[in-house]
């Protein structure tokens, strides 16, 4: 079945420096690749998403590239602030046994310290 | 624009009590969906609603039940709770591709 794995936090950082969380996939067929973002005592939210192969997504600064030939989803921003402090979720949703419903990644805690 | 609605926030219960979880949506989005969130776990899908009308297990249904009451609406319910069931649950709603998928704000629960 599907899957998503994410290194482990917490990932600690100081303001300004560069972020970047891993994420790889498993899965038959094309899936979609989504980054959520969860700040404390929230919901998650939709951070960026990518459909298929070689798309770059992108909002708040964050970035992230669906790379089918290394299975990854790597999310990457330039210059962290203390805002950007939450819990990273890579989640990804199948093409195959007409399954709809997203799997997750079991989230990455990011810490910034100003 | 509310999104995902969920009631109430906070609850505390003693063990073997019962309560319901309540969530509403007003996107119009047909599917629905509970999970629990726990630390290290990840979000653990408890039940789903693909269309009003129906209703199918996740990964870890044991001590809830569900009830699509119409569109907007999607409650959990926890029977008899126990201490294993305190954790925070999340109401989600999507569209019928799985796009668009909405996260409420969470209801925190604790059984002691």
């Known amino acids: 079945g599907d899957s998503v794995t994410q290194m482990e936090g917490p990932v600690t950082l100081s303001e300004e420096a560069f972020l970047t969380i891993n994420c790889t996939y498993t899965?038959?067929?094309?899936?979609?690749l989504f980054w959520y973002v969860q700040y404390p005592g929230e919901g998650l939210q939709l951070l960026l998403k990518?459909?298929?192969?070689?798309d770059k997504g992108s909002n708040k600064g964050f970035e992230a590239t669906y790379r089918k030939e290394t299975t990854s989803f790597h999310l990457e921003k330039g210059s962290v602030q203390v805002s950007d402090s939450a819990v990273y979720f890579c989640?990804?949703?199948?093409?195959?046994?007409?399954?709809?419903?997203?799997?997750f990644g079991r989230g990455t805690s990011l810490i910034v310290h100003p | 624009n509310a999104g995902v609605t969920q009631t109430p926030k906070f609850q505390v219960l003693k063990t073997g009590q019962s309560m319901t979880l309540q969530c509403a949506q007003d996107m119009n989005h047909n599917s629905m969906y509970w999970y629990r969130q726990d630390p290290g776990m990840g979000l653990r899908l408890i039940y789903y609603?693909?269309?009003?009308?129906?209703?199918d297990k996740g990964e870890v249904p044991n001590g809830y039940n569900v009830s699509r009451l119409n569109k907007r609406e999607f409650s959990l319910r926890l029977e008899s709770a126990a201490p294993s069931q305190t954790s925070v649950y999340f109401c989600?709603?999507?569209?019928?591709?799985?796009?668009?998928?909405?996260f409420g704000s969470g209801t925190r629960l604790t059984v002691v």
């Open positions: 609603s693909a269309s009003e009308g129906t209703t």
């Open positions: 990518a459909t298929k192969a070689d």
């Open positions: 989640a990804l949703r199948g093409t195959s046994g007409g399954s709809y419903i997203p799997t």
């Open positions: 899965a038959t067929g094309y899936p979609s």
């Open positions: 989600a709603s999507s569209d019928r591709s799985g796009y668009g998928y909405t």
